[in-house]
């Protein structure tokens, strides 16, 4: 039998994470004697709790809000996939030091894929953290799509590749759009539960996708509205799936993983 090792997620809220349960079923699944908690870090916290974790021996970890671009300020080296998008979901215990992985691209791309496999032609994404850096990465391989990115507040910077603007702009814009993504907090349990302007749903094209990276949503949210106006609609559970299996096999060196675990990993959260 192997040897047991240890991983964790970080992050702040973290209770609600459904990664341990995931995880721990893969393992059990492949008849892995390890182990994977959660572990309550705050923004500005990170540095020490990496470099505890790395004196703990800690095999590999996952990091969400609000820690994936701060990730990249206390690793010993950027994988590919975490240089491109600048921000950081899966750590790989290297030879001298944590190496930075981004795995919600891949992820997000095959939830969505999931949902409907048809290219978007134009696609709107809210937020500007770490989880937008991956999914507007991801929409990056779609040809002649139009993208708009919505934030709360729109810096100076005139180097984005796509058009951004704030979220009062926003609601007044004729925009239509046949993908909606949410990267934001809003909805998230203990989060903000409204959008800083009014969202015009109004907007999505017949049969548009809306993806929501929280989970779960909200009774009444953003899917739900969406939903009520027609629109196809996918919460973050599958994304949160498709990442980690992503992130098992970097930890593993195993790759693909075992049907069978990702299967299980499926039904810890209630996919099926």
């Avoid at 671009?69 to 690793?75: G, I, Q, T």
């Avoid at 926003?170 to 925009?175: K, P």
Wanted: contains cysteine; proline residues 6%; hydrophobic residues 50%.
């Amino acid at each position: 039998m192997s040897e047991p090792l240890e991983f964790a997620v970080f992050g702040d809220p973290i209770a609600h994470s459904k990664s341990p349960r995931m995880h721990a079923a893969a393992f059990a699944a492949m008849g892995l004697p390890h182990r994977y908690g959660r572990r309550r870090v705050a923004q500005g916290e990170l540095g020490e709790a990496l470099a505890r974790a790395w004196v703990e021996g800690l095999a590999g970890l996952n990091l969400t809000l609000p820690l994936k671009v701060e990730a990249l300020a206390w690793v010993s080296e950027l994988a590919e996939s975490a240089a491109a998008i600048g921000a950081a979901n899966t750590l790989v215990r290297g030879e001298s030091g944590w190496v930075a992985h981004n795995t919600d691209a891949e992820g997000f791309a095959r939830a969505l894929a999931e949902l409907d496999p048809t290219p978007p032609r134009r696609a709107v994404v809210l937020g500007s953290g770490g989880a937008s850096r991956a999914v507007l990465h991801a929409l990056s391989r779609f040809e002649d799509l139009e993208l708009l990115q919505v934030q709360r507040r729109v810096d100076d910077d005139g180097g984005s590749a796509h058009a951004r603007c704030d979220y009062t702009a926003f609601a007044e814009m004729d925009w239509p759009a046949d993908l909606w993504v949410n990267c934001t907090v809003v909805g998230m349990a203990g989060g903000p539960q409204d959008f800083p302007a009014r969202l015009p749903l109004e907007g999505l094209e017949r049969g548009a996708r809306v993806v929501d990276i929280v989970y779960p949503g909200a009774p009444g949210g953003l899917l739900d509205r969406a939903a009520a106006q027609g629109a196809k609609t996918q919460d973050g559970l599958r994304m949160l799936l498709w990442q980690g299996v992503a992130a098992e096999e970097l930890w593993l060196g195993r790759a693909p993983l075992p049907a069978a675990a990702v299967a299980a990993m499926g039904a810890a959260l209630g996919i099926e």
